[in-house]
């Protein structure tokens, strides 16, 4: 008898080993995206907030990423901002292209002498990680891999896609 319980724990030890097991989201520390030398790019999150409709940060239940890229194009400058809804209960994510069409992920760009197409995010996935999960969360730096397929507004037919591989350091203070 106590064979067939030490077998059969066995067995469901190496069972849930094999198949319940959550796999670890991993980001490479290499192969950095640059800014370009005529450019001014920021990397900034912030927690227990979100992004209303014109882009602004409001109140909210997500850790919010963005990476701002200020290109200079001479006479005017170019703005692209992405944004990045990631749950806060973790030290690590991925958003999967299934989340990216469902509103995880948002672009915006603007130049008032510029003419843009509308463009939104429709595919592509989003890895996270924490490198410094012992800090607090105002002096934490979490690093971020993406690559972010852009599709024309009308009629989702890919145009672009952004790649970013980042560290984004906190853009609020506690105490």
Same mark, same amino acid.
């Given at each position: 008898?106590?064979?067939?319980?030490?077998?059969?724990?066995?067995?469901?030890?190496?069972?849930?080993?094999?198949?319940?097991? !959550?796999?670890?989201?991993?980001?490479?520390?290499?192969?950095?995206?640059?800014?370009?030398?005529?450019?001014?790019?920021?990397?900034?999150?912030?927690?227990?907030?979100?992004?209303?409709?014109?882009?602004?940060?409001?109140?909210?239940?997500?850790?919010?990423?963005?990476? &701002?890229?200020?290109?200079?194009?001479?006479?005017?400058?170019? &703005?692209?901002? %992405?944004?990045? !809804?990631?749950?806060?209960?973790?030290?690590?994510?991925?958003?999967?292209?299934?989340?990216?069409?469902? $509103?995880?992920?948002?672009?915006?760009?603007?130049?008032?002498?510029?003419? %843009?197409?509308?463009? !939104?995010?429709? $595919? $592509?996935?989003?890895?996270?990680?924490? &490198? &410094?999960?012992?800090?607090?969360?105002?002096?934490? !730096?979490? %690093?971020?891999e993406a690559e972010i397929i852009l599709g024309a507004i009308q009629d989702n037919k890919p145009v672009?896609? %952004?790649?970013?591989?980042?560290?984004?350091?906190?853009?609020?203070?506690?105490?």
């Amino acid at each position: 008898m106590k064979k067939v319980i030490i077998i059969s724990s066995l067995a469901l030890l190496i069972f849930s080993s094999l198949f319940c097991s !959550k796999s670890k989201i991993e980001v490479s520390p290499d192969n950095f995206t640059e800014c370009s030398s005529s450019s001014k790019c920021s990397y900034l999150f912030t927690e227990q907030a979100d992004i209303e409709s014109a882009y602004r940060i409001k109140s909210g239940n997500y850790r919010l990423f963005w990476n &701002t890229t200020d290109n200079d194009l001479g006479s005017c400058e170019l &703005t692209s901002t %992405l944004w990045i !809804k990631a749950p806060m209960n973790a030290n690590s994510f991925l958003l999967h292209s299934d989340d990216i069409k469902q $509103g995880m992920v948002s672009y915006s760009h603007s130049c008032v002498c510029c003419s %843009l197409i509308g463009l !939104k995010p429709i $595919g $592509g996935y989003v890895k996270g990680i924490n &490198t &410094t999960p012992e800090k607090r969360a105002d002096q934490t !730096k979490w %690093l971020i891999e993406a690559e972010i397929i852009l599709g024309a507004i009308q009629d989702n037919k890919p145009v672009d896609t %952004l790649y970013l591989k980042q560290y984004f350091n906190p853009n609020f203070v506690y105490d």
